[in-house]
């Protein structure tokens, strides 16, 4: 009997899992979101349109006084729409966790970053989880969301919140569902994406599905917490895997006088067993680059190797220095060099149109270009500071006008925004070094761009 088609309850689960089901589907449940961010943010406010009474907590305090005023830190998200779920406390933004004991799910978006050697860093997790089994009582779904190696749900968070003698799948219910937020992509929202939901047991799996349900238009299911994992590894090792053969082949299809660009759009038109990426300075983001040695991490406790992430890794971290020879080639081919020469750099976030820099690639490049004596500035209309700990100090972006791109010995395009005039650019600019084949549509033969 399937208790969300049909409404009926399944008498097979036990009685908190039916009580946890009812009160999900019926949007009675207190929703609370762990971890504020890109990820979690998204999520509580689609909790809070959906109807749920919606408690977003956070360490940062700053961010949540931003919140309790209505004022939005992330870009995907207006200010407005914040504002009004706020003040109709559909969504109540608090520091304090003893909130969570008045919520029906606690759902965890918090960091997973690598630590020293590219290791797990779960800190975040361990941290949150350790939180909400303080407060756990029967009835209670938690959810993690932050993206893992497959068993960390069944081995690390599992452990923490059985402390307190209640049982998994009996008295409380523990999930995993990965994020598949895409910052930036218009096309798709939380709503529309997907859900994939795995449980730790079946009447686990069967209350996250009800929690998942009335906020988007599909959900998932797998048969195990490890297999949801698995599945966002694999898409993100997918991405990491088929940009690093695209980067590797640009670098030789520039070698062939080729352009890679053209090869991929033209073999894109093949209608199935193709699916195009598109090569760049390097990855970036809190995703990609570093999602893939999770699952590499844990691969070893098998005494096993998964060479397709480390090859991949190895030449997505070389693209920010092929980024830079490419730039020196081009003075030194106009007779002049790197030591001294003033570089613009147009984009500094990871992708188009977002504002986050985290491991973005133009971070090394920054870094690379200066510890070679250029002088590096930038020009990003969705990042107005930049701030790194890569970086010795914090840089301002600087308006994109005639004055600053004649000023430059190169202006290199490292991420595609769509507010940018790349006309002016070739116009204007001396030499163009373009990482993304931003300028493609405005080309016409005439101008000094470099493909890099
Ligand atoms: N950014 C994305 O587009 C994206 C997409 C898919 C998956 N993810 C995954 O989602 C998770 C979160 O990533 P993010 O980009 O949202 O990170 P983020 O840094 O933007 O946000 C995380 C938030 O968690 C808060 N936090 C940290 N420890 C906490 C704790 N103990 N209790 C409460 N709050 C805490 C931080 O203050 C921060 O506001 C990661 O595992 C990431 O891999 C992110």
Redesign the pocket.
């Known amino acids: 009997m399937n208790q969300l088609s049909d409404g009926l309850p399944d008498l097979n689960l036990p009685n908190a899992a039916q009580e946890a089901i009812k009160n999900f589907l019926s949007l009675e449940a207190t929703v609370g979101v762990?971890?504020?961010?890109?990820?979690?943010l998204p999520l509580a406010c689609c909790f809070a349109e959906s109807g749920f009474k919606t408690v977003g907590?956070?360490?940062?305090s700053t961010?949540i006084e931003r919140l309790k005023d209505g004022r939005s830190y992330i870009a995907s998200i207006s200010s407005q729409r914040l504002s009004s779920l706020v003040t109709a406390q559909r969504l109540l933004p608090t520091s304090d966790f003893d909130g969570l004991s008045s919520c029906d799910a606690a759902i965890i978006?918090?960091?997973?970053p690598l630590g020293e050697g590219r290791t797990p860093d779960l800190t975040?997790v361990v941290?949150?989880a350790t939180?909400v089994s303080r407060r756990l009582r029967p009835g209670q779904l938690v959810v993690l969301?932050?993206?893992?190696y497959p068993g960390t749900t069944d081995e690390v968070v599992l452990p923490l919140l059985e402390r307190g003698g209640l049982r998994v799948g009996v008295d409380f219910f523990l999930a995993f569902s990965?994020?598949?937020?895409?910052?930036g992509n218009q096309k798709y929202t939380t709503r529309t994406v997907p859900k994939v939901v795995g449980g730790v047991t079946e009447s686990c799996l069967k209350v996250a599905q009800a929690a998942y349900a009335r906020i988007v238009e599909r959900v998932v299911t797998v048969s195990s917490a490890r297999v949801a994992e698995a599945v966002k590894l694999l898409e993100n090792i997918y991405r990491c895997v088929n940009v690093a053969l695209v980067n590797e082949l640009k670098v030789l299809f520039q070698h062939m006088d080729i352009d890679v660009w053209e090869v991929i759009d033209t073999a894109a038109t093949k209608p199935f067993g193709f699916s195009p990426f598109y090569p760049g300075p390097g990855l970036g983001?809190?995703?990609i680059p570093?999602?893939p040695f999770y699952l590499a991490w844990k691969a070893r406790q098998y005494d096993f190797t998964t060479r397709f992430i480390e090859l991949a890794g190895e030449i997505n971290q070389a693209m920010p220095g092929y980024v830079v020879s490419r730039t020196m080639d081009a003075l030194n081919a106009q007779g002049k060099t790197l030591k001294g020469a003033e570089i613009l750099l147009v984009g500094v976030a990871y992708k188009r149109n977002v504002d986050?820099v985290r491991e973005s690639p133009a971070l090394a490049i920054i870094k690379l270009l200066e510890t070679r004596g250029a002088r590096v500035q930038y020009h990003d209309p969705c990042v107005p500071v930049l701030r790194s700990r890569h970086l010795k100090t914090e840089m301002r972006s600087i308006p994109l006008n005639s004055e600053v791109l004649r000023a430059a010995e190169a202006v290199i395009i490292v991420t595609d925004h769509q507010d940018v005039d790349y006309r002016a650019i070739l116009a204007q600019a001396r030499l163009i070094i373009d990482t993304r084949n931003a300028t493609a549509p405005y080309r016409d033969g005439t101008h000094a761009v470099v493909l890099a």
């Open positions: 762990i971890g504020l961010g890109y990820a979690g907590f956070d360490i940062d961010k978006c918090v960091p997973t975040h941290n949150t939180e969301e932050s993206t893992t990965p994020e598949r937020e895409d910052p983001g809190h995703c570093i999602d986050d």
